[in-house]
């Protein structure tokens, strides 16, 4: 039988570690140009990691809300139209709002799990599950 140490010690390599900061959760803003009909989003990546989703996830979701196909190129998002950063932004903090942060705590330690086919927001911080609407 292993000691008790040694089994916590195991226990809590495989807990998921939450960051106990109170710094304000601050999306990156989105950095890029417009190239003829397309808008390149060069910091695609960096937004992807702060919020801890797939780059692919984020794509998928703006390009159902913005109407348009893209496209990911590497750490890019290549949209097929002409978007100003603001509406790229707010479409940006509507998929924070609803695959990110926490309805309960308002904290942004979430996972997202999927249970009998129905997709949740799980919080790390609080505990609480709450569904996902959007289905893509």
Request: glycine share 6%; aromatic share 8%; net charge positive.
């Amino acid at each position: 039988m292993e000691s008790y140490e040694k089994l916590l010690e195991e226990a809590y390599k495989k807990v998921k570690v939450i960051e106990k900061g109170s710094e304000r959760f601050e999306i990156p803003k989105v950095q890029g140009q417009v190239a003829g009909k397309n808008t390149i989003i060069t910091n695609m990546k960096e937004i992807a990691d702060y919020l801890r989703r797939p780059i692919e996830h984020i794509a998928k979701y703006l390009q159902q809300q913005l109407a348009t196909s893209g496209k990911i190129e590497g750490e890019r998002l290549i949209l097929n139209t002409k978007l100003n950063s603001a509406k790229v932004n707010d479409k940006i903090q509507q998929y924070a709002k609803e695959f990110v942060i926490c309805p309960e705590c308002q904290k942004p330690d979430t996972e997202i799990i999927s249970e009998k086919g129905v997709k949740f927001k799980h919080c790390l911080a609080c505990g609480a599950k709450s569904p996902i609407r959007y289905h893509f």
